[in-house]
């Protein structure tokens, strides 16, 4: 059964009220001021809400504020009713302040009643709004959180495919180590520009499928970065990205070409710039973010 709240300080519009809601099977709710009013709605939730304009206490404009400022009864239709405010600039009033509607007294039988009923398929038609919306807010967190699944695997695959082709370009590479030592003056600084073209080239192109994918899972992990620490070189920020993923310093060592020492020295660096001492843990620090 539809219940209806009547915020009033005079009894005889509370009988008059009483009366047409009672015949037509609706339950009613009373408070004589704004406070009681906002008593009551913290244990109901009525079909409408009938607001008196003046009362002592809180007005009913100020009551209609504060009854939109709270989200358990911010939906809830309110019909403004006073037989003194009745100008356009009212009624402008009252609507600004959250009202539905509006009506005058004495009150219109006909009017009271078509304006309630209204107000009660407006709570249905909102309450439907609302459900869709989570239906459908629900169904992006679930494509969210698949998506987000699917590129946890793929950064998975991504950081140890550039791991094993780093790997893979190592050993060509110390292959051509090898070839140099028996090779002409000349021959050995084409073997060495050689080696420097392939290094670049290879972990290029295989980092910048890793970092599609990084991004994908860690969408805002650069952009807090550049916010926090706008002086890392690309470098250092590629070094951030490993720490974030937990790898090992003979993984970055494989991906980078770099040797332990280098690494030891660049995370060094890296950490006077994060402003953290040797007692935090950097990987932590970095996950953090």
Same mark, same amino acid.
């Given at each position: 059964?539809?219940?209806?709240?009547?915020?009033?300080d005079e009894p005889d519009n509370i009988e008059?009220?009483?009366?047409?809601?009672?015949?037509?099977?609706?339950?009613?709710?009373?408070?004589?001021?704004?406070?009681?009013?906002?008593?009551?709605?913290?244990?109901?939730?009525?079909?409408?809400?009938?607001?008196?304009?003046?009362?002592?206490?809180?007005?009913?404009?100020?009551?209609?504020?504060?009854?939109?400022?709270?989200?358990?009864?911010?939906?809830?239709?309110?019909?403004?009713?006073?037989?003194?405010?009745?100008?356009?600039?009212?009624?402008?009033?009252?609507?600004?302040?959250?009202?539905?509607?509006?009506?005058?007294?004495?009150?219109?039988?006909?009017?009271?009643?078509?304006?309630?009923?209204?107000?009660?398929?407006?709570?249905?038609?909102?309450?439907?709004?609302?459900?869709?919306?989570?239906?459908?807010?629900?169904?992006?967190?679930?494509?969210?959180?698949?998506?987000?699944?699917?590129?946890?695997?793929? &950064?998975?695959?991504?950081?140890?495919?550039?791991?094993?082709?780093?790997?893979?370009?190592?050993?060509?590479?110390?292959?051509?180590?090898?070839?140099?030592?028996?090779?002409?003056?000349?021959?050995?600084?084409?073997?060495?520009?050689?080696?420097?073209?392939?290094?670049?080239?290879?972990?290029?192109?295989?980092?910048?499928?890793?970092?599609?994918?990084?991004?994908?899972?860690?969408?805002?992990?650069?952009?807090?970065?550049?916010?926090?620490?706008?002086?890392?070189?690309?470098?250092?920020?590629? !070094?951030?990205?490993?720490?974030?993923?937990? &790898?090992?310093?003979?993984?970055?060592?494989?991906?980078?070409?770099?040797?332990? &020492?280098? !690494?030891?020295?660049?995370?060094?660096?890296?950490?006077?710039?994060?402003?953290?001492?040797?007692?935090?843990?950097?990987?932590?620090?970095?996950?953090?973010?």
């Open positions: 059964m539809n219940k209806i709240l009547i915020v009033d008059i009220l009483f009366d047409l809601l009672h015949k037509r099977n609706y339950q009613f709710l009373v408070a004589t001021n704004g406070e009681d009013c906002l008593d009551i709605l913290k244990n109901e939730t009525p079909c409408a809400i009938i607001m008196d304009w003046e009362m002592p206490g809180l007005t009913g404009i100020e009551t209609i504020k504060l009854i939109r400022a709270n989200a358990n009864s911010s939906n809830i239709p309110i019909i403004m009713a006073t037989g003194k405010m009745t100008s356009s600039e009212n009624l402008e009033t009252a609507l600004l302040a959250g009202a539905n509607d509006y009506v005058r007294k004495p009150f219109d039988k006909i009017e009271i009643i078509a304006r309630i009923e209204a107000m009660i398929k407006l709570k249905e038609k909102n309450e439907k709004i609302l459900e869709l919306e989570k239906q459908i807010m629900q169904t992006k967190i679930i494509r969210i959180k698949n998506e987000l699944k699917i590129n946890r695997k793929l &950064l998975t695959t991504s950081t140890l495919k550039l791991i094993q082709s780093q790997e893979n370009t190592k050993k060509i590479v110390n292959n051509l180590i090898n070839i140099k030592k028996t090779c002409t003056t000349n021959n050995k600084h084409n073997i060495n520009t050689l080696i420097s073209t392939i290094k670049t080239n290879s972990f290029l192109s295989n980092w910048n499928e890793f970092e599609l994918t990084f991004s994908k899972v860690h969408n805002t992990f650069y952009d807090s970065l550049n916010t926090k620490f706008s002086d890392l070189t690309a470098n250092e920020k590629k !070094i951030c990205a490993f720490l974030k993923l937990n &790898l090992t310093n003979k993984e970055i060592c494989s991906i980078t070409f770099s040797s332990q &020492l280098a !690494i030891k020295k660049a995370k060094t660096r890296l950490r006077k710039k994060l402003g953290i001492d040797v007692t935090v843990n950097m990987t932590n620090f970095i996950q953090s973010i």
